[in-house]
């Protein structure tokens, strides 16, 4: 009977599980039919959100189209106006630098235009032709004076008026006149004034008088700020065109600056280092080129011996070098020079055309607006000629020198004050070339050592004795073939592995391949072949391996005994030009530039 109860109440909780299945189910029918109804709205929402999505694509595009068009607006506009700046600034630079120059040529022809005048007036007074138009009466020392007078009054600062006033006396012979136009010259500008009387008087021929003048010139001169007209006046004194008087004066003068020059060296054995450390700069300029390309073989096989032979050879010659240099620059034989009379011209045109500091300044300001004129408004341009245009260079008298005698390039000096200068300091040049070649001689060894793969041989650098290149190219092949051998025969067969392999593919084959099948005689069978193969390698490896040694050493011996050859050639050429170029250094022992009794520092 419980049992049966038990059975009705579960059938009865069941029809309720049944029944609430039934209304979920209604309910998940009720809920799919309303999603059903209300998809279509859905679908036409996510359309009408799609078409909105293309619209705002759309906006952003011509958005952006138009924010680029505005950026390249923008950057036209800051490239215009960038533009319209630096024309601007350039235009007002061109304004001010035409104002300013249109004042600086008021001023210059209010203070320096008559200048120019005395100038024409001095260069005409101190010409030859008018020393004669005075001598032989055709012109009129009244006319000159009146002349004279007059650019005096004009330029009454400038000390080349009461100097043209003196020479104007001298004409008339009125020595009162002279002296006294000399003594209002010399309180305008004394050097100038006693350098115009020097190369005046000379060329009237007056040379004693020329003689005295310049050597007051050259005792009111200071050694460490010589203008370019001292290196033009040395042409005509080395020309003896202000007489050899004036050329002693200035002889001694120089020799005494060279020795006084805290920097100059004097000559004597205890300074040759010192010497060559002053006179080296220029004379490594004429070293040969360098080695690098032309040695390259000697280079490689030197090692670290080659840093020394390189310093050697280059030290060699660049002493030859310098001797050639100096006996094609200054031959023995003095060639002629020209007319006499040349360098004084040059050197009195010189001087007359000369502009005063306050006038050159004046000049230099007025061609840099010129230039930014020309340029308009290019401040790079005017630097440039800023540059250009900076006074002239003063010199000490040691650079001087040193100019004259290896960068004439860099003076407006002819061959006649080149050797005056060498004259200085020729003792000093000869002694440094000579301790070039003596640091030359010393620094390269008795022989080259030439090392090729560990095998040696030396070079001999004296020229003691010829080389047999044929022998020592035999005994570098003897060596190689030596090591191929060596090489060879040290590659020699591993029984050990070669039977081992062998042993284990026979058993192999003999011993498992007859009683397996399926996937383990396909493994063992890989197996003994592999082993077979091991085998057969360990047979064929030694020969093979032998043969490719041998090539590659038949190949090297070749390379070594090419290199070695290369080497050899380039040693004994290095060598042959080292010792001429000592050979070479040694002429100056007996030769020399310089005329017997002439001046030396």
């Known amino acids: 009977m419980n049992e049966q109860q038990d059975y009705v109440r579960a059938l009865e909780q069941l029809q309720e599980g049944m029944g609430g299945l039934r209304k979920a189910q209604e309910q998940g029918s009720d809920v799919l039919r309303r999603m059903i109804a209300e998809s279509p709205g859905r679908d036409a929402v996510l359309a009408h959100l799609r078409g909105e999505l293309g619209d705002q694509k759309a906006v952003l595009s011509d958005v952006r189209k138009e924010v680029a068009a505005m950026a390249r607006t923008v950057t036209s506009t800051h490239d215009a106006f960038t533009d319209f700046l630096e024309r601007y600034g350039r235009h007002q630079i061109v304004a001010n630098a035409r104002a300013e120059l249109t004042q600086l040529t008021v001023i210059w022809k209010a203070d320096y235009a008559d200048r120019q005048r005395t100038r024409n007036l001095a260069r005409g007074l101190v010409h030859e032709l008018t020393a004669h138009a005075v001598k032989d009466g055709s012109m009129d020392t009244a006319t000159i004076d009146a002349c004279v007078g007059e650019r005096w009054l004009s330029e009454p600062t400038y000390w080349l008026a009461p100097a043209a006033m003196a020479v104007a006396a001298r004409y008339r012979g009125d020595d009162r006149q002279v002296s006294r136009a000399t003594s209002y010259a010399f309180s305008r500008d004394q050097a100038k004034s006693k350098l115009f009387f020097a190369l005046t008087w000379s060329r009237m021929g007056r040379l004693g008088e020329a003689a005295w003048w310049m050597d007051r010139y050259l005792g009111s001169l200071h050694r460490d700020e010589l203008g370019p007209e001292f290196t033009v006046l040395?042409?005509?004194?080395?020309?003896?065109?202000?007489?050899?008087?004036?050329?002693?004066?200035?002889?001694?003068?120089?020799?005494?600056?060279?020795?006084?020059?805290?920097?100059?060296?004097?000559?004597?054995?205890?300074?040759?280092?010192?010497?060559?450390?002053?006179?080296?700069?220029?004379?490594?300029?004429?070293?040969?080129?360098?080695?690098?390309?032309?040695?390259?073989?000697?280079?490689?096989?030197?090692?670290?011996?080659?840093?020394?032979?390189?310093?050697?050879?280059?030290?060699?010659?660049?002493?030859?070098?310098?001797?050639r240099y100096l006996m094609e620059e200054f031959p023995v034989e003095r060639p002629v020079y020209g007319r006499k009379g040349q360098y004084t011209d040059r050197a009195l045109d010189h001087l007359i055309d000369q502009q005063e500091p306050d006038e050159a300044r004046l000049q230099r300001r007025m061609a840099q607006l010129h230039e930014l004129l020309d340029h308009e408004g290019s401040l790079e341009a005017a630097a440039l000629v800023g540059d250009l245009s900076r006074g002239e260079e003063t010199l000490d008298f040691v650079t001087l020198l040193e100019r004259a005698v290896f960068a004439p390039e860099q003076l407006s000096l002819g061959p006649p004050g080149r050797r005056l200068a060498l004259s200085c300091v020729w003792?000093?040049?000869?002694?440094?070339?000579?301790?070039?070649?003596?640091?030359?001689?010393?620094?390269?060894?008795?022989?080259?050592?030439?090392?090729?793969?560990?095998?040696?041989?030396?070079?001999p650098t004296q020229g003691t004795g010829p080389l047999d290149t044929v022998q020592v190219s035999e005994e570098l092949r003897a060596y190689q073939e030596n090591r191929i051998r060596s090489h060879v025969d040290a590659v020699a067969p591993s029984w050990v592995l070669t039977l081992g392999c062998g042993a284990l593919a026979v058993l192999d084959s003999v011993l498992l391949l007859p009683f397996l099948d399926g996937a383990g005689f396909g493994l063992f069978l890989v197996l003994a072949v592999a082993l077979a193969c091991g085998a057969l390698w360990g047979l064929i490896r030694v020969p093979v391996r032998r043969h490719s040694l041998r090539e590659d050493g038949v190949r090297r011996q070749a390379e070594s005994v090419r290199q070695l050859n290369d080497a050899v050639n380039q040693a004994l050429g290095l060598s042959a030009e080292w010792r001429r170029g000592l050979a070479s250094a040694a002429a100056l022992e007996t030769w020399s530039p310089l005329e017997q009794g002439e001046s030396r520092a």
Not at 248 to 273: I, K
Not at 429 to 434: F, N, Q
């Open 234 to 323: 040395l042409d005509a004194i080395a020309n003896a065109e202000l007489g050899h008087e004036a050329l002693t004066y200035a002889s001694e003068t120089m020799a005494r600056w060279f020795r006084e020059d805290p920097a100059a060296l004097r000559p004597g054995p205890a300074s040759s280092r010192a010497q060559l450390r002053r006179w080296q700069p220029w004379l490594r300029e004429f070293s040969a080129t360098g080695p690098t390309n032309g040695f390259a073989a000697l280079r490689e096989l030197s090692g670290e011996g080659w840093d020394v032979i390189e310093e050697s050879w280059k030290s060699a010659t660049a002493a030859s070098g310098a001797v």
């Open 427 to 459: 003792e000093s040049v000869r002694e440094a070339t000579a301790a070039m070649a003596l640091r030359s001689r010393t620094l390269m060894p008795a022989s080259m050592v030439l090392t090729v793969d560990g095998w040696s041989c030396e070079v």
